[in-house]
Nanobody, 126 residues
Framework: VQLQASGGGLVQPGDSLGLSCAAY????????MAWFRQAPGQERQFVAG????????DYLDTVRGRFTVSRDNDKNTLYLQMNNLKPEDTAVYYC????????????????????WGQGTLVTVSS
């Protein structure tokens, strides 16, 4: 089982960037999925997540209104659209899959997630 995150890069403040996370080896259509990030010298933090049925989403307060999480269960892929990026968004972004199935809310704590992608670096700098 593997989660592969992609789409990171170097952008300027105010730019947009889209991340993808493709899952291989099993279907995660019954599991919530989320994005976390970790900046240098800081702890990993929850960024955005979506339930298995796409009826529930949750966001870190500082990205709400700028980031949009979505998923395509047929493609077994998770997405994160990031708009109006700020320097403080600079981090390695990781995708993760919930260890439980059919949860109705999005967990925001890392230990609730069983599978993790390798991370993709997003750098926001002028």
């Amino acid at each position: 089982v593997q989660l592969q995150a992609s789409g990171g890069g170097l952008v300027q403040p105010g730019d947009s960037l889209g991340l993808s996370c493709a899952a291989y080896g099993r279907s995660f259509r019954s599991n919530g999925m989320a994005w976390f990030r970790q900046a240098p010298g800081q702890e990993r933090q929850f960024v955005a997540g979506i339930t298995w049925n796409m009826r529930g989403v949750d966001y870190l307060d500082t990205v709400r209104g700028r980031f949009t999480v979505s998923r395509d269960n047929d493609k077994n892929t998770l997405y994160l659209q990031m708009n109006n990026l700020k320097p403080e968004d600079t981090a390695v972004y990781y995708c993760a899959a919930d260890m439980r199935s059919y949860r109705l809310a999005v967990p925001t704590i890392g230990f609730e997630y069983e599978y993790w992608g390798q991370g993709t670096l997003v750098t926001v700098s002028s």
